[in-house]
Each structure stands twice: as structure tokens, then as C-alpha cells.
């Protein structure tokens, strides 16, 4: 299940939750003959799908979203939306969840204290090239830019929305943030002193392969949350409980 895309997951957890919650109401009004009215099965629907998602480590915004699916699917029926709110409302998402499905890795964000936690790892009163690779809305170099004058901040994000998003708050914050839109695999990480992902457990084989081949020594390698199955990291950072809130920070060997 931890293999599989986070939407597929997700679809899958809502269909146990209905069949959890379905069989629950029927056994109730088998065993006290009360027949309990939509909206209480909808909660019930969407409270299962919540705890499951926790239990399998989703990130936290799903568990607000699972319990939301039903009500929506039914307001959508209801409504009778025309077909092209359907097609804006999917263009919307290939937008912002692009290729996704092939590289695994989608759209959720890091916060403020995996940011200060990288602070450290930046070299302070000398240049230096940073590159957060997936760099969504562009936060972490947001974070970033103002506390080293002397670095140079960049970002390459394969969505066009988050891509795009990032780009225009830059413009209209003076940052001089560089947003590319570009996939990572087409980099050369040889050009940075501070690479940093987060990404997800299915991209990091390929981007380890990368780094090693590409990055100088003694720059460093950042993961969020995601280890590399490799040597043990230099700096593990715990964030909060859990794997998912670790920083771990690899310095490149001189001998590749
Ligand atoms: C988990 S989000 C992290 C966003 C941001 N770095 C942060 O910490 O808040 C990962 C991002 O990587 C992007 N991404 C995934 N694969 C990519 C690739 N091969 N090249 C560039 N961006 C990619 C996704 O579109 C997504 O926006």
C-alpha cells in the first residue's frame, strides 16, 4: 500500500472506508433495528477514511480531505454542475499535479521549521549556488533568500500552476529567486553547493544516482524526510516525531 501513489491510496482507503461503514450500519440494523439517515453514514464514511489515512502516514492535508469526498460527490450530483465545470475542475489538477503519476512525487509543503533547520547547513559570508528541486510554491527559497545576501537561490518545479505561482509571488516580492520549470533529471547538480529535496520515498534511488554522480565534494545533499539507501547521513535533524519531520543532510565525499 506505502508503494503506491498517494491518489491511488487514497481512492482505495475511501472504498474500504465506505465498505467499513456500510457494513457497520447494516449490522446495526440487524442487531437494534434502527436505520440510521445518510448524513450519519457520510460522517461515519469520512471519519474511518480520516483514521486510515493517518494510520498509513498520508500527509496531514488528507485527512481533512477524505472526510470532505462524500459530502462533495454529493453536492456535485445534487448541484448539477454543467460538464465543463467537470473539465475546468481536471485541468485545474493536471495543472497543479502534472506527472505526478510517473515521478510519484505530488505537490505538498514544507514548513518553517524544516527551513530554519537548513539555515546551518548554508555556508554564511560567501556565495554559494542553493537549488530546492520540486520547489512548488517557492517557499523555501522565500525563507532562504533574505538571511545569506550572497547566495543564489533557485528553484526547478516540473507543474506549470505551482511553477507559475512561484514565479509571479517572486515578481511581486522583488525576490531574485530563479524558478525554473524544468524536471530535476535534466540538471547538473555539479553547479550547486546546497542541494535540497523533498520529494518522496519512490524518487530518491534515481536522485542519489544523480547527486553522487554529478555533485562536488564536499557540497551538501538535503533530503526532507526521505533517506537514500547509501551511507548513513552526516546531519539527521529531527523536526518533529516522526520520520517525516527529519532533515537528513549527506556532505558529498571527495572520491566519487
Ligand atoms: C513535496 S513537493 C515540495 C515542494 C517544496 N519543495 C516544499 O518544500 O514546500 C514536491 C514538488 O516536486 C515537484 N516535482 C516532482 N518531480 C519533479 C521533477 N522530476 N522535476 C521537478 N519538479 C518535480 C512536484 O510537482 C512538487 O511540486
Given at each position: 500500500?506505502?508503494?503506491?501513489?498517494?491518489?491511488?491510496?487514497?481512492?482505495?482507503?475511501?472504498?474500504?472506508?465506505?465498505?467499513?461503514?456500510?457494513l457497520?450500519?447494516?449490522g446495526l440494523a440487524r442487531v437494534v433495528d434502527i436505520a440510521v439517515p445518510l448524513p450519519g453514514f457520510v460522517l461515519v464514511q469520512g471519519g474511518l477514511a480520516a483514521a486510515l489515512s493517518r494510520r498509513l502516514g498520508q500527509p496531514a492535508w488528507w485527512w481533512v480531505l477524505h472526510p470532505a469526498f462524500l459530502?462533495?460527490?454529493?453536492?456535485?450530483?445534487?448541484?448539477?454542475?454543467?460538464?465543463?465545470?467537470?473539465?475546468?475542475?481536471?485541468?485545474?489538477?493536471?495543472l497543479f499535479f502534472?506527472?505526478?503519476?510517473?515521478?510519484?512525487?505530488?505537490?505538498?509543503l514544507s514548513d518553517r521549521k524544516a527551513w530554519?533547520?537548513?539555515?546551518?547547513?548554508?555556508?554564511?559570508?560567501r556565495p554559494f549556488r542553493f537549488i530546492d528541486l520540486g520547489s512548488g510554491l517557492g517557499d523555501v527559497l522565500f525563507y532562504l533568500e533574505p538571511c545569506f545576501p550572497l547566495g543564489r537561490f533557485e528553484g526547478t518545479e516540473i507543474a506549470p500552476a505551482p511553477w507559475l505561482i512561484s514565479r509571479l509571488r517572486a515578481a511581486w516580492r522583488g525576490s531574485g529567486a530563479?524558478?525554473?520549470r524544468r524536471d530535476y533529471a535534466t540538471l547538473d547538480?555539479?553547479?550547486?553547493d546546497v542541494v535540497f529535496a523533498f520529494l518522496s520515498p519512490a524518487a530518491m534511488p534515481a536522485l542519489w544516482a544523480q547527486a553522487q554522480a554529478q555533485m562536488r565534494a564536499g557540497t551538501w545533499f538535503v533530503s526532507l524526510s526521505f533517506k537514500v539507501a547509501g551511507p548513513?547521513?552526516?546531519?539527521?535533524?529531527?523536526?518533529?516525531?516522526?520520520?517525516?519531520?527529519?532533515?537528513f543532510a549527506w556532505h558529498m565525499p571527495a572520491t566519487k
Open positions: 500500500m506505502h508503494r503506491l501513489p498517494v491518489s491511488l491510496q487514497s481512492l482505495l482507503i475511501q472504498c474500504a472506508a465506505f465498505v467499513l461503514a456500510a457497520l450500519f447494516w459530502p462533495a460527490a454529493w453536492l456535485a450530483l445534487h448541484l448539477a454542475l454543467p460538464p465543463w465545470a467537470y473539465l475546468a475542475a481536471f485541468v485545474l489538477l493536471l502534472w506527472s505526478s503519476f510517473r515521478t510519484r512525487v505530488p505537490l505538498y530554519q533547520a537548513l539555515i546551518p547547513l548554508l555556508p554564511a559570508g530563479i524558478f525554473l547538480l555539479g553547479d550547486y548513513p547521513p552526516e546531519r539527521t535533524i529531527a523536526l518533529a516525531d516522526g520520520a517525516r519531520h527529519t532533515l
